[in-house]
């Protein structure tokens, strides 16, 4: 199983890259949540990776973060759930916006994502539901993703509130949360909702 690689960004082509390490070019998928986050062909680049051996191919799979690769080995053991539907997923939306999905049981955002229709988006809520509590946050709590832990937290307690997570999405976006706490986020939104 090949893990991680660490290497030379030598190609990308979305949602496809090659990224050298010690001469060999490996060939990678990533979702467009990692293309995006890339650095320029010719840099270093570091990606967890997932490899799926299939009758007809041995795809290898590259996520910026682990939490992006703990939720893509997640997602393809749900029935009907294939690596494309999953990678659709982790195009569209981050990984605390999908565990929010799933704790809300939000299936209108769900079918935003492009291949899953009402029928998966309840299959996804039902089977996730269990795998997601079950498991560790997948949300990493670094110092990088303070702001977005603020974030979330806000939207957590806004939806707790009793405004509806779509409500909640649409009064944080144009906020500027960057130097805000959780605290200041929810005020700034009530603030918003109220004018």
Known sequence: MIGSLRGRLIDKQPPTVVIECSGVGYEVETPMSTFLELPATGKDVFLETHLLVREDAQILYGFATAEEKALFRLLIRVTGVGAKMALAVLSSMNVSDFER????????????????????????????????????????????QRVANAKTEAVDALIALGYKPREVNKLIESLDVDSLSAEDIIRSALRQAAS
């Open 101 to 144: 999905c799933i704790e809300y049981e939000d299936s209108a955002m769900l079918v935003k994502v492009p291949g899953i229709g009402k029928k998966t988006a309840e299959r996804l809520i039902i089977e996730m539901r269990d795998k997601i509590s079950q498991a560790p946050k997948l949300v990493a709590r670094s110092p990088e």
